[in-house]
């Protein structure tokens, strides 16, 4: 790998250890990916849960700081392990707290913006066509490429940071214009198409249909074709949610959406190959995926969740709506997740009251996947959820069984208790 | 005497270690949900290798899923726990376990020349990688 006179001036220390610690790995990041150069970065986004990340996370962090690191690009962060606005709705373990907050005070230091988001790019950390990007969050970072143009891989929660202290980072994957061609072909039966989404529908959708996607493309990068014009952004961030816990990379050229897919001939860099593996998308297709989401076949509930990705302002006025004048049942929990800056929003627009009226509640800065949840909830709780992302990434042995539908088919369990499926049944 | 063989393949975190194979051919995540960072057991829906112990295993799958949390619960397995395997070999190295493995220094390696790791090497073989030659020896379980 080619290192610039910058890259050799960090790796020496003339900017200290935190820098020179940072380039080190970077070197050995570039070496294992055979890239040939690093290139500036321009932007960052990091792991905040101590859930995932644990004691070596939080003292990695800690470390960084003591060097006296600090993010030389735009640096936003995920949700962490905890709602702190309602510290008394959850059970959380003991010395939780504590080492959350030592994380964030971690991230003041660096010089983080403490969004605790999965949304940084619909919020403080919008990239630019063509920028280089240090993302953990997988959804943010399929959105960045697939609708913004930018260029980030599903960056690792040490090399991210390690990134935006260098303000360099290695040219490889998706870094590099000549690994952004399309690899395999989906074609959206425009039956289908018509009926995907609409309200109370298009979050379970759109990553159901990410989901099929992601899981035929697995580590190829996708061509979709067939998605109306003017996809909403909700949608995109639907089907971008693929980007983890289906599709290995953080790419699908969407023709008529992502900037280098105005065709699809220019998504596959001239001529669509002749052998390429396609798969046709039809209404059985998207039956089979609610089907396979839905881990149980019981009926009664124990918990509503909704937010994964994080709900944006206008999908919080569509769960007011939904839930209109009726009340949760008793011994149900509803939980709606978004960001603090869109928790502060849904304040001032009086969606926080309405929702808490009708027994539900709207957490900020957290979700299932980042608390505790086999503390919080065993191996009988059956949740119902209108996000594939977070059914795929909480499941297995002690965990929560789950049953898959729409938002409406979610709010309609929260009131009665009982999932009944109207939608691809 | 047990059968030895030798593999060649693309270092990616340097290193020498060994240890009991543990092999699958589906993708896997070190994330704490589905590996606790506190035990090393497996439980991730419908995987593999659920119920089993990645800790001290020579790991082989095919690459990484999930949350790119995985590098840190990676490290706070290596650093914290113990509970960390003591090498991994992969069909293709993503940035989370390449990121995480170096980080931690867990030797690991991907495409192996000779074929698919996992048609090479079984549970239960003995496996030394040393990354730094770029050589797998595997001694075949007897």
Not at chain 1, 98 to 108: G, W
Request: glycine fraction near 10%; proline fraction near 5%; charged fraction near 25%.
């Amino acid at each position: 790998m080619r290192l610039g006179d910058i890259d050799k001036r960090r790796l020496d220390g003339e900017e200290g250890p935190a820098v020179r610690h940072a380039m080190e790995h970077l070197v050995k990041m570039g070496e294992a990916f055979e890239a040939e150069e690093m290139v500036d970065l321009h932007s960052c986004h990091l792991l905040s849960d101590y859930r995932t990340m644990g004691e070596g996370g939080l003292q990695f962090y800690e470390q960084l700081v003591e060097w006296g690191g600090a993010m030389l690009v735009p640096t936003t962060c995920d949700p962490m392990s905890m709602d702190l606005k309602n510290m008394d709705k959850f059970d959380w373990p003991e010395g939780y707290p504590e080492r959350q907050t030592r994380i964030s005070d971690a991230f003041r230091e660096l010089g983080v913006a403490l969004t605790f988001s999965c949304t940084p790019h619909l919020g403080h950390n919008v990239p630019k066509f063509g920028e280089n990007l240090a993302w953990v969050e997988g959804n943010a970072t399929g959105y960045a490429n697939s609708v913004l143009g930018a260029r980030g891989n599903r960056e690792d929660s040490i090399t991210a940071p390690l990134a935006g202290i260098a303000g360099r980072t290695p040219k490889f994957g998706l870094l590099d214009p000549r690994n952004r061609v399309g690899e395999c072909l989906v074609e959206i039966d425009p039956n289908l198409m018509e009926r995907l989404g609409g309200d109370g529908r298009r979050c379970a959708d759109f990553e159901a249909l990410g989901m099929i996607i992601g899981d035929f493309a697995y580590d190829r990068v996708p061509v979709v074709v067939g998605l109306r014009p003017n996809m909403e952004t909700e949608e995109l961030k639907a089907i971008c949610a693929a980007c983890s816990p289906a599709l290995i990379g953080t790419l699908m050229l969407l023709v008529g959406v992502s900037p280098e897919a105005n065709t699809v001939e220019e998504a596959f860099g001239g001529e669509v190959p002749r052998d390429v593996d396609r798969l046709w998308v039809d209404a059985d297709a998207m039956r089979r995926a609610y089907e396979q989401l839905s881990n149980t076949a019981k009926e009664d509930v124990d918990v509503v969740m909704s937010g994964c990705p994080f709900k944006t302002i206008y999908e919080i006025q569509e769960v007011a709506e939904l839930l209109g004048d009726n009340t949760v049942e008793d011994g149900v929990k509803f939980i709606i997740h978004t960001d603090r800056v869109t928790h502060v929003l849904a304040e001032h627009m009086g969606l926080t009251d309405r929702i808490a009226r009708a027994g539900a509640l709207l957490t900020t800065d957290t979700c299932e996947y980042c608390m505790p949840i086999e503390h919080m909830y065993g191996p009988d709780t059956v949740i119902a959820a209108d996000s594939m992302k977070m059914r795929r990434l909480v499941a297995g042995e002690g965990k929560p069984t789950w049953r898959y539908g729409t938002l409406t088919d979610c709010v309609n369990a929260a009131i009665t208790g009982k999932f009944r499926p109207t939608h691809w049944n | 005497m047990s059968e030895t063989i030798t593999l060649h393949g693309h270092s990616v975190s340097k290193g020498v270690g060994e240890g009991e194979a543990l092999v699958c051919d589906k993708p896997l995540s070190f994330i704490a949900v589905g590996i606790s960072n506190e035990e090393g057991i497996v439980r991730i829906d419908r995987h593999p290798l659920n119920g089993q112990s990645i800790v001290g295993k020579v790991l082989i799958y095919d690459t990484d899923i999930f949350s790119t949390g995985g590098a840190l619960s990676m490290y706070t397995k290596k650093t914290i726990f113990n509970t960390a395997p003591a090498a991994v070999i992969w069909r293709k190295a993503h940035n989370i376990g390449a990121g995480g493995t170096i980080y931690a220094g867990i030797p690991s390696m991907d495409r192996i020349e000779e074929g698919l790791p996992w048609d090479l090497i079984g549970t239960g073989d003995w496996v030394k990688v040393d990354s730094e030659q770029g050589i797998v020896e595997v001694t075949k379980k007897s």
